[in-house]
């Protein structure tokens, strides 16, 4: 199959670019890094110089139409970096952008689109939610609001088809992840609030089999939690990651000092408490994690992290 793949030079893309290969597909991977089209050349794909945000400029670039689209890319943030905002409505429009393009692109190609989003569900006393749940737009995801509606109306009109994945939070060497990692290593890295929240996660490589779960069973209209078997208390998963280190464990900053010095934003996304179930994707994608618990998937990857610097600098 011939795939536009959009992001692929990210934490998820780096794991599925030589997996789509590997596959046997055909894939056009968009950069805007003139550095990046050699390195995807030779994982076997073909670089496309150019900007989602402005399509017209690289699609003569496309030997043939796509059969697929795939969209993973994210807007930059700097970690520890407080949000303003004028900054939100900026990541804001970018995300629209991304978004309207890429189905833009697969109304206009009539091939299907997988697009992303993140596990944005408030859960209390042992809730465990699943996709029948509403997606609660706190803080820094409200930047996804207007998308939520983008993908409703494709849902019902079947244009273009969509497949939805909701991932947790994604942890491989590379991307938001790898800046993490580089904190904790100087001990710059802290705890918001007591860290007693629990998080849904989810490895990098597990990410990128969903999607190639979902090009082989095509669902058409779905979304899919895609998140591994173990929930996990935010303190939890930082200790064991700094003792994987042999960093120090990080202390905490009150919740109070975090929305003073980063914006209520950061904080609402980083202190929400949510557990999911991942059913779903099992049942219906046939998709199981390679990681189904972070204890294994985190020792495997700060192994990966020390030995070796991300494919796509
Ligand atoms: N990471 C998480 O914890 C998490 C959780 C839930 C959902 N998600 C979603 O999952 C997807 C993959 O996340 P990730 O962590 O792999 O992202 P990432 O590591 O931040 O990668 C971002 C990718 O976006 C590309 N990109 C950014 N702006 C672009 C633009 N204007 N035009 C073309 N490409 C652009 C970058 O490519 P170049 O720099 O090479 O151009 C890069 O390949 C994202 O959509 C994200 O929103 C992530």
């Known amino acids: 199959m011939n795939i536009l793949l959009i992001g692929g030079t990210g934490l998820v893309g780096s794991y599925l670019l030589p997996q789509l290969v590997k596959e046997g597909h055909e894939v056009y991977a968009l950069t805007r890094g003139a550095s990046k089209i050699d390195k995807i050349r030779d994982i076997g794909a073909h670089g496309i110089l150019g900007d989602i945000l402005e399509p017209q400029a690289f699609i003569g670039e496309l ?7 795939i969209l993973l890319a994210m807007p930059g943030i ?5 949000i303003s905002k004028k900054r939100k409505a900026a990541l804001k429009a970018e995300t629209i952008g991304f978004f309207r393009n890429s189905m833009d692109l697969a109304i206009q190609f009539n091939a299907p689109i997988i697009l992303p989003s993140g596990t944005s569900y408030q859960t209390e006393h042992g809730e ?13 995801t409200q930047v996804g609001s207007e998308t939520d509606e983008m993908v409703n109306r494709a849902v019902s009109t079947g244009k273009p088809k969509i497949i939805q994945l909701i991932y947790g939070r ?11 990692y580089e904190m904790l290593k100087k001990n710059r890295y802290k705890i918001i609030g007591k860290g007693e929240n ?5 490895h990098a490589r597990d990410a990128a089999n969903a999607i190639i779960k979902s090009i082989e069973k095509k669902p058409f209209g779905e979304k899919f939690i895609i998140a ?3 929930p996990v208390k ?6 064991y990651m700094a003792d994987l280190m042999d960093s120090k464990r990080p202390g905490s900053i009150p919740g109070t000092i975090v929305k003073m010095a980063l914006g209520k934003d950061i ?8 557990m999911v179930s991942n059913k779903k994707a099992k049942s219906i994608l046939g998709w199981h994690p390679e990681y189904p618990s972070y204890l294994t998937g985190l020792e495997h990857t700060i192994k990966e992290m020390g030995e070796n610097q991300p494919y796509f600098m």
Do not use: H
């Open 228 to 230: 591994d078997d173990a």
């Open 63 to 69: 030997d043939e139409k796509p059969d697929f689209i």
């Open 128 to 140: 465990t939610a699943d996709e029948t749940w509403p997606i609660r737009r706190a803080g820094l």
């Open 198 to 202: 629990y998080i849904p996660v989810i």
């Open 267 to 274: 904080y609402e996304v980083i202190s929400m408490n949510c």
């Open 234 to 239: 935010l303190r939890d998963f930082t200790n």
């Open 78 to 82: 700097t970690p520890g970096k407080r």
């Open 170 to 180: 994604i942890y491989g060497n590379g991307g938001l992840f790898r800046s993490q």
